[in-house]
């Protein structure tokens, strides 16, 4: 075991992950053909999850404890508890079938990507949400803050450039790490929205046990996992200044 186990790791090092057991093709060539949407399809789900997310939390966090802000953190909860593939069957029996705004299934251009990347994103979105509304009220109550507002500046200023600006520099890493997390996410909402993909890739081969096939996509995956999580702690040099002022002082 040891020794395929080895042949494995030094296979793949140079670009070699195998061969199908069932389509008889290189592994490596079959995932470079369907890595493409299905990296689409989290980065999508990403800026849902972002973008919801920062504005939710922004907004529960200025109207902390009130009817608003304990309306969102609910809405979080559910929306993190809610299994993916349980609420993409819910977006296709309301948005398909019911209303047909958009495609159920396929992935014919970006009307058939907005109900998968929503069904994956706003799973997410919770986690950022909670993590942007307790960021926002730490840097709200901030001695900065108060002399911003003593300075006279319009309290919308004071929220947009400033208080937003540091509360959201935590958030990058959790949006870098679902990013990741959304790759791997990816392969059930792939499934249930029957779209070509590293996920419906992955389903067949574990149908059919072509296990080059399975342990080829879980290694590519868990790659771009590390690899995303490295930019991710590179990226804060250039995000946070105090970041920056400490590495060159050491």
Known sequence: MWRQYWTFLTSALTGDLGTS??????????????????????????????????LLGSFAALRRDGVLDSAIRVLSLVSTSMPSFWVGLLMIMLFSFQLGWFPATGNAGVASLVLPALTLGLSAAGTVTRLVRNSVIEVVGDPFVAALHAKGLRP??????????????????????????????????????SRQGLGQMLVQAIGGNDYPVIQGVVFVIAVIYIVINIVVDI????????????????
């Open 21 to 54: 057991y069932a389509t008889r093709q290189p592994v490596s060539t079959m995932i470079a053909q369907q890595i493409a949407p299905t990296l689409q399809l989290a980065v999508a789900a990403a800026l849902v999850s972002a973008v919801t997310g920062i």
């Open 156 to 193: 919308r200023v004071v929220v947009m450039k400033h208080v937003l600006r540091n509360a959201v520099i935590p958030t990058v890493t959790v949006v870098g790490l679902q990013l990741g997390a959304l790759v791997a996410g990816a392969v059930i909402v792939e499934a249930v929205f």
């Open 235 to 250: 990226s804060y040099a250039f995000i946070d200044p105090r970041v920056r002022s400490s590495l060159s002082r050491a």
